[in-house]
């Protein structure tokens, strides 16, 4: 039988807790997390991707495809009251997703005959991993992601595409300088191919050299000389050098790719793939500012095939990757016999704004709503409806004051809610067939013609927002 904690103060109240590992947000600070979710949504749409959603819940035998993986072994399984009076030994029937590519490789392959290709999708809903509680990791969170899925084939010029696509998200944000820096598996494979390095060898080194930014040189020099690598002083050596590649600007990415000298057909093949994702991120018109080779990055799973992305934010490099991803040959290998390879990207939205509010760098949003109608006493009710209406049907939106309540508490009320228009009509106002408007934004006072309030309102609104100070 389950216990429920009790709240002492009161015997047989149960005492109201967020599970730990979530975000639960008040009203305002909820306003900005949905501004950010619909600026990337319409990032997305603006480069032809389609919406798509899956169940909160898989098939178990379908969502645990592999075996061994970190993070299968972080998996919430779904259980019924029914079910679990009748449970078996096996696994339960349901399980809740823990990313999205899972079930985007299960649904492409479903869905088959009946999509397009290249499928062009993005996705934002929540995952669900059993993480270890603590500040910053969640166990329920926000992923936005963008994938390109290919039947057969699926040109390179497609990994052009997602990090301009990654550029406009950003941009759009508008929550500081970033970069978009990448590798490529060819190249580093290529490299490992030419330094000796047996191939059933190379996914562990890769996974190594991932953990550089973590670990550093020293830990990871170490394991790589140590059991189960025993590669020679001066392999880590030239793997650290390597390893060590950045670029700064457009130019500079390409003589240093240009200066790390011949290597073996893979290698060169890795090369030329990123000069050309250079070239048409050029041609993209994205920043060079924006984009970066750094020849350290593999990222640790294991079906990454060719270029790998991470983006950064340059003033806050403590916050880590804020979006990853990339290419990958055979996506829902495990469901179809059909190659399906793709490229595509993940933004954990959920961690990225707890981050950025713990850095200031996001503020507690205005509400949504623009006016508050206030109501001076019961005989003025009906005209506060139907102003409110007409408000409304010229586009704001609008709370009505419902019961009369003194007018500084009304005010008290709005600031408090981050309304920033309240609307005031009292004998005076009446009299003259006006509105007095507070705008609690600029500390102004005036009056206008009810016939103008919805105009007057609207041009206030959008110059404000022209000047940064609110969002759509």
């Not at 389609?50 to 072994?73: A, D």
């Not at 259980?79 to 679990?84: D, R, V």
């Not at 970069?179 to 490529?184: D, E, P, S």
């Not at 809610?417 to 006006?434: Q, S, Y």
């Amino acid at each position: 039988m389950a216990v429920f904690p009790l709240d002492s103060d009161r015997p047989g109240m149960i005492k109201p807790r967020t599970p730990p590992g979530v975000m639960e947000l008040l009203p305002r600070d909820q306003i900005a997390f949905q501004r950010m979710l619909h600026t990337i949504r319409r990032s997305f749409e603006g480069f032809g991707f389609l919406p798509i959603e899956t169940p909160v819940f898989e098939l178990s035998e379908v969502l645990l495809t592999k075996s061994g993986g970190e993070t299968e072994r972080q998996v919430y399984f779904a259980q019924s009251t029914g079910a679990l009076e009748k449970a078996s030994d096996g696994l339960p029937e349901l399980a809740l997703r823990f990313d999205l590519t899972v079930p985007l490789a299960r649904y492409v392959a479903e869905h088959e005959h009946e999509l397009a290709f290249p499928f062009r999708r993005y996705q934002m809903q929540r995952v669900y991993r059993g993480e270890r509680a603590q500040r910053g990791r969640f166990r329920e969170f926000y992923q936005c992601d963008i994938d390109v899925i290919g039947k057969d084939a699926l040109s390179p010029r497609h990994d052009a595409e997602i990090p301009a696509v990654v550029s406009a998200v950003f941009e759009a944000l508008d929550i500081g300088d970033f970069t978009i820096q990448f590798n490529h598996r060819k190249l580093l494979r290529g490299y490992f191919e030419g330094q000796g390095i047996a191939a059933d060898a190379q996914v562990p080194v890769l996974r190594e050299i991932d953990k550089l930014d973590k670990r550093g040189e020293d830990a990871v020099r170490a394991t790589l000389s140590g059991e189960g690598f025993g590669l020679s002083s001066a392999v880590i050596d030239r793997l650290m050098a390597f390893s060590r590649v950045r670029s700064s600007g457009h130019a500079d990415a390409l003589a240093r790719l240009d200066a790390l000298g011949d290597g073996t057909p893979l290698f060169e093949e890795g090369r030329d793939e990123l000069r050309e994702v250079l070239r048409l991120l050029q041609a993209l018109g994205v920043p060079e500012s924006r984009y970066a080779i750094n020849l350290s990055i593999a990222r640790g799973l294991d079906y990454y095939t060719g270029i790998v992305y991470e983006t950064t934010l340059d003033a806050h490099p403590d916050i880590g990757s804020i979006c990853s991803g990339g290419r990958y040959d055979n996506l829902a290998s495990h469901y179809t016999k059909s190659k399906l390879p793709g490229v595509g990207i993940s933004i954990g939205l959920t961690r990225l704004f707890w981050q950025l509010r713990e850095a200031g760098l996001i503020e507690t949003a205005d509400s949504s709503v623009d006016v508050l109608v206030t109501l001076f006493d019961e005989a003025g009710l009906d005209h506060a409806l139907g102003l409110s209406q007409q408000l409304r049907g010229a586009g704001l939106n609008v709370e009505t004051q419902l019961e009369p309540r003194k007018l500084a508490r009304q005010f008290q009320y709005a600031d408090r809610a981050g309304i920033r228009f309240v609307v005031v009509r009292g004998e005076d106002e009446a009299a003259k067939g006006v509105v007095a408007v507070k705008d609690l934004r600029r500390g102004e006072q005036f009056e206008v013609a009810d016939a103008d309030l919805a105009r007057t309102l609207l041009v206030e609104r959008e110059q404000w927002r022209a000047l940064g100070k609110g969002a759509c």
